[in-house]
């Protein structure tokens, strides 16, 4: 069965750092794809980033980017996620997702295309 197990959410000032982790266990994946979404209180679960297998492709959503950097540690399927320059506005349970192989003609920016997800990790960030 495969889990993922998430950390590094907390309390910090508008401005601050946190750097999140995710490792997947549970089974060897050979080609996917690693996510972050966020899913703020009365709002529906969004694209923060992702990344590939290979940390060659990644992809940031426009409300993280140039804060946020997404790195990968491929043996051990482990997905990072560093905040920098946090808003109240980033205030959100991040969730970290697995896809599982390559889907044709699916987005993998859409929540749809992972197969495995974290129960979630808080962030919160306030003046």
């Known amino acids: 069965q495969v889990q993922l197990a998430e950390s590094g959410g907390g309390l910090v000032q508008t401005g601050g750092s946190l750097r999140l982790s995710c490792a997947a266990s549970?089974?060897?994946?050979?080609?996917?794809?690693m996510a972050w979404f966020r899913q703020a209180p009365g709002k529906e679960r969004e694209f923060v980033a992702a990344?590939?297998?290979?940390?060659?492709?990644?992809y940031y959503a426009d409300s993280v980017k140039g804060r946020s950097t997404i790195s990968i540690d491929n043996p051990k399927t482990t997905v990072y996620l560093q905040m920098n320059s946090l808003k109240p506005e980033d205030t959100a349970v991040y969730y970290c997702a697995v896809a599982d192989g390559i889907k044709l003609g699916q987005s993998w920016l859409s929540a749809a295309y992972y197969d495995y997800w974290g129960q979630g990790t808080q962030v919160t960030a306030s003046s």
């Open positions: 990344i590939s297998w290979t940390g060659v492709s990644i």
């Open positions: 549970g089974r060897t994946f050979s080609s996917y794809y």
